[in-house]
């Protein structure tokens, strides 16, 4: 049994027939092949699926694919702009924030859903935000100096 | 030497990769007819296999293959070939791989699986390695003395004991006998966890006109899982071949063959079609490998004024049902249960035996965070009853450069002091702790480590100048995540003396990329460091050669730097570029170099005759001082701050030894205070991340790391190592704090705050 689900990734839109029973991430990873997203346990307990559904962070191992019809889907894949690094790309390269890079994807877009809410984020409210992620490099202290930096960024322009 | 690139905190060069998702790791890799994998598992910690009737899995629609022991009757292993790819005649630890199965989607191989019938006739089992060690144990492998294995690892037949050594230097009699004190303390280190947040995977196709098999791995060494893997099925190294991914971390746990042995027995009966197996969480946690648990009992006599005089400790690790690495931390890690410290008279008894267990296998330190929680907590027992400060006894006892190591090696201490300085001033050792609010009381404790690396181990590596003037660099050391690739590109492109956006390192492919040992013991940036050292030296000097050649000028004249050479008397100048257009013609051609890199012939390893091995080429000093703050009404402790001061040698990228530092304390922190097993009839009851938990970024202390550089006479423009001595130093800290807050002594781990909070009752009950 398939169902058709209507859906905008990364600011493209698709139509897919999907099994009703997969998650949101089988659909980014194994139908649409974004496989920028990532799996770590499967049961919404790590983080490391974490895509912005409009806008707002999700586990996406934890949202069935059909509950994104008609949603705006935002991955690790869509936050560079013509070619131009989001803020928040650039602050993790420079600041040192990336380890083995698996929980980078859901670090950046929960960080970014964090400044598009609150542009002058401080240490608490970063760590609140990001403490479901998990990361095993225990790289926590740069990630925050990184989200930081593009906050403080964001508060400059 | 002057240089661009070595001492900078440059960006890691895998970063862009990294957070634009576009990194592959090995759960990414998908090719053309891919099927998925699937594992039976056994319920039982021990059970002799009766049947397995696999008939109802096969006929459930997709299936492609199920295979079990019998169909694929191998076993592999590193140190001592103990391991069936899937079980066979028994299980030796609740789930084991009994069976498994191919299919077209992941939901029908786990479909079939759960049609597999398995009868077990259920055998008694023996969890604690101090029982199973012991005369009269359930004896787990019948047929440990048959074998295949190194007589470095000495078995003890009709035994569970698989790896047994001793060691004794000087008189211990004598050196008790001189003691002042004599303290007998016992110590408990449990197993952990790696929890890479990529679990263990591998994509294997298996082409059965030429026998080979190709494997796509995240492993540590792709070259030592390849030779395990042909020597398990008879194959030729050219039979199997490995592909590196990105790694989504290490820490240990992928040194050894996990879901690419899942993937060699399926893709064996798929008639060429490749297999994905990637583990669950579940899986990850129960049936992947751990950190060696130990009990440890010592006996130290120590001088009035905090001299010690002698150490005897016997050591009894626990192996888990099959030998991984087992063997060798339990015969490296006992070495440096002596600490850093000069110690006259020595003696150790180790012993590693099996259990009903998962696997044990090498975990970030291998066998220091063991030897060093039980050698720094004593210390700080000694300091506190004899009324010596712990930073002085310390400092009293230290190696000093030129002491003789307990192998006779002669020792390059320099840096070990200053570990001890510094992060001592960085948590205001000797200040008043802060003063205790309400049911708050803080506390400061010290702990020091020595780490060496594996001695003597060889790196190999070409450098490929390219007709455009870019660089390849092959090496088969992969990027666990540590930044192995960003600081080898440094030291290539200070060695060449070109830009470092124009190296490139790809991940290790064994057709293509040379012989290294692995992504282990500390030891890449030393080790293929100095490997690409002498491939960059050659391959600097011909293309001054060719320039001198080009230019017709004197090659001692020449300046070669960042991509471009100069000649001083002409001042005419040439990049690289159009040195090599000018040269090949544009018809395109290529510069070749080679390295190899052993220390088996440095002076510096020199040690007594038949236990050299015992050494190092270099040695890692560490010292962390931590501050908590306990809640003595609910127990939990809050780490508030920890000084991590390493001696490196020299950061080649101030920013990658950083990362390295601040992560271990966190995954210290983790390690001691949250992470535990819970096992009931040796299954792991705890088997996700809501119930075993790890350190989140709400648990992140202050963390001042420190970086000391005693600059070592061979490593790579004095390098030395960092990834494992990060974390062994963080749980003895962190209890010796404990200590001083609250005045008492947790000598078992972890110390959970259940287990503070009956300790705070008992201590004022009395």
């Known amino acids: 049994m398939k169902v058709s689900i209507d859906l905008t990734v990364n600011g493209e839109r698709h139509q897919v027939d999907i099994t009703p029973w997969i998650t949101l991430l089988e659909l980014l990873r194994e139908t649409l092949h974004l496989t920028g997203t990532k799996e770590g346990c499967g ?16 586990n996406s191992c934890l949202m069935l694919a059909v509950d994104a019809q008609g949603r705006q889907i935002t991955t690790i894949e869509g936050l560079a702009s013509n070619g131009d690094l989001h803020p928040l790309q650039q602050s993790f390269i420079e600041k040192g924030a990336v380890q083995c890079g698996f929980c980078t994807p859901a670090m950046i877009l929960s960080a970014k859903a964090l400044l598009d809410e609150n542009p002058d984020a401080g240490e608490e409210e970063i760590k609140q935000a990001l403490s479901g992620i998990i990361c095993r490099c225990g790289n926590y202290k740069k990630i925050i100096e990184a989200v930081r930096t593009a906050s403080d960024r964001k508060a400059d322009s | 030497m002057k240089t661009n690139y070595v001492g900078k905190s440059v960006p890691r060069v895998d970063a862009l990769e990294k957070v634009t998702g576009q990194a592959i790791y090995c759960v990414d890799v998908e090719l053309p007819g891919m099927l998925y994998g699937a594992t039976l598992r056994s319920p039982l910690a021990h059970a002799r296999i009766i049947e397995i009737d696999t008939s109802e899995a096969t006929r459930v629609p997709g299936v492609k293959a199920v295979v079990t022991g019998k169909d694929f009757p191998y076993t592999f292993g590193h140190m001592i070939k103990d391991q069936p790819f899937l079980a066979m005649d028994k299980v030796r630890y609740a789930n084991e791989p009994v069976a498994a ?46 074998y295949e294995h190194s007589s470095m690892y000495k078995i003890v037949p009709g035994t569970n004991v698989c790896t047994h050594m001793t060691y004794s230097r000087g008189d211990v009699d004598k050196g008790l006998s001189e003691a002042d004190e004599i303290f007998q303390n016992e110590f408990y280190i449990h197993p952990v966890a790696h929890t890479p947040m990529e679990t263990h995977a591998a994509v294997v196709k298996y082409d059965p006109s030429c026998r080979v098999f190709t494997v796509w791995s995240s492993t540590d060494a792709p070259y030592q899982r390849a030779k395990d893997l042909a020597k398990a099925l008879g194959l030729s190294f050219n039979q199997v071949h490995f592909f590196s991914t990105y790694s989504g971390g290490g820490f240990g746990g992928k040194g050894a063959i996990v879901a690419e042995g899942i993937g060699v027995a399926l893709a064996s009966f798929t008639k060429g079609r490749p297999v994905k197996v990637v583990y669950s969480r579940q899986e990850e946690l129960t049936a992947s490998q751990v950190r060696l648990e130990a ?39 006992a070495l440096t249960i002596f600490g850093p410290y000069r110690t006259p008279h020595v003696e150790f008894v180790s012993r590693l035996s099996y259990t009903n267990k998962q696997p044990s296998g090498a975990y970030r330190g291998f066998g220091t965070n063991q030897v060093t929680w039980a050698c720094e907590a004593q210390m700080d027992i000694i300091a506190n009853k004899l009324r010596v400060d712990p930073v002085e006894i310390r400092l009293k006892n230290f190696y000093q450069d030129g002491d003789r190591y307990i192998n006779g090696q002669i020792m390059q201490a320099a840096g070990l002091r200053e570990t001890l300085e ?45 007709f455009d003037g870019s660089i390849t660099v092959l090496t088969s050391s992969v990027e666990i995540g540590a930044g192995q690739k960003t600081v080898l590109a440094q030291i290539a492109a200070d060695t060449i003396g070109v830009p470092l956006d124009s ?35 050659s391959v600097r000097k011909e293309i001054l050669e ?46 070749l170099g080679d390295g190899h890199y052993t220390p088996a012939r440095s002076s510096i390893i020199k040690a007594e005759h038949g236990i050299q091995w015992m050494g190092s080429i270099f040695w890692m000093w560490a010292t962390h001082a931590a501050e908590v703050e306990v809640d003595t009404e609910t127990g939990v402790v809050k780490v508030v701050k920890i000084a991590a001061a390493h001696d490196v040698g020299r950061a080649i990228n101030p920013m990658a030894c950083e990362q390295q530092i601040e992560g271990s304390v966190m995954m210290g922190i983790s390690n001691t205070l949250f992470e535990e097993f819970k096992m009931d009839k040796g299954r792991i009851m705890n088997d996700t991340f809501a119930d075993y938990k790890v350190a ?48 008492i002594r947790f000598n078992e781990l972890p110390i959970t705050r259940e287990k503070v909070l009956s300790a705070l009752r008992e201590r004022d009950s009395v």
């Open chain 2, 546 to 591: 060719i320039a001198a050649d080009v230019l017709g000028a004197n090659p001692q004249r020449l300046v070669f730097r960042e991509g471009k050479i100069m000649d001083r008397d002409s001042e005419h100048e040439m990049s690289l570029k159009e040195l090599m257009t000018k040269k090949y013609g544009g018809k395109g051609g290529s510069i």
């Open chain 2, 101 to 146: 199965v191919a299919a077209d989607t992941e939901a029908a191989a786990q479909e079939a699986v759960e049609k597999i019938q398995v009868t077990y006739e259920e055998l008694p089992a023996v969890f604690d390695p101090r029982k199973a060690a012991a005369t009269g144990a359930p004896i787990i492998h019948e047929n440990l003395e048959k």
């Open chain 2, 422 to 466: 510094r992060a001592s001033r960085g948590i205001g050792w000797g200040e008043q702790n802060s003063k205790s609010a309400g049911a708050l009381v803080r506390g400061k404790g010290i702990a020091t480590t020595i780490k060496g690396t594996a001695t003597p181990t060889d790196s190999y590596c070409f450098i490929k100048v390219n």
């Open chain 1, 43 to 58: 049961l919404g307990e790590c983080g490391s699926c974490i895509v912005l559904v409009d806008g707002t962070p999700v």
């Open chain 2, 503 to 537: 190296i490139l390192i790809p991940n290790p492919d064994t057709y293509a990329t040379p012989f290294d040992f692995g992504v282990t013991s500390s030891r890449t940036t030393y080790h293929m460091g100095n490997a690409i050292r002498m491939a960059g030296q």
């Open chain 2, 696 to 743: 989140s970024m709400l648990d992140l202390p202050v963390i001042v790391p420190i970086i000391v550089e005693s600059h070592h006479s061979e490593g790579p423009f004095g390098a030395k190592g960092i990834g494992e001595p990060a974390l062994s130093p963080t749980a003895p800290a962190i209890a010796n704090a404990i200590f001083d807050a609250l005045g």
């Open chain 2, 295 to 333: 009990f440890l009992k010592l006996k130290t006599g120590v001088k009035k004024d905090g001299t010690l005089t002698a150490r005897v400790a016997e050591i009894t690790w626990d192996n888990g049902a099959y030998s991984s690495k087992g063997p060798e931390v339990a015969r490296r890690g």
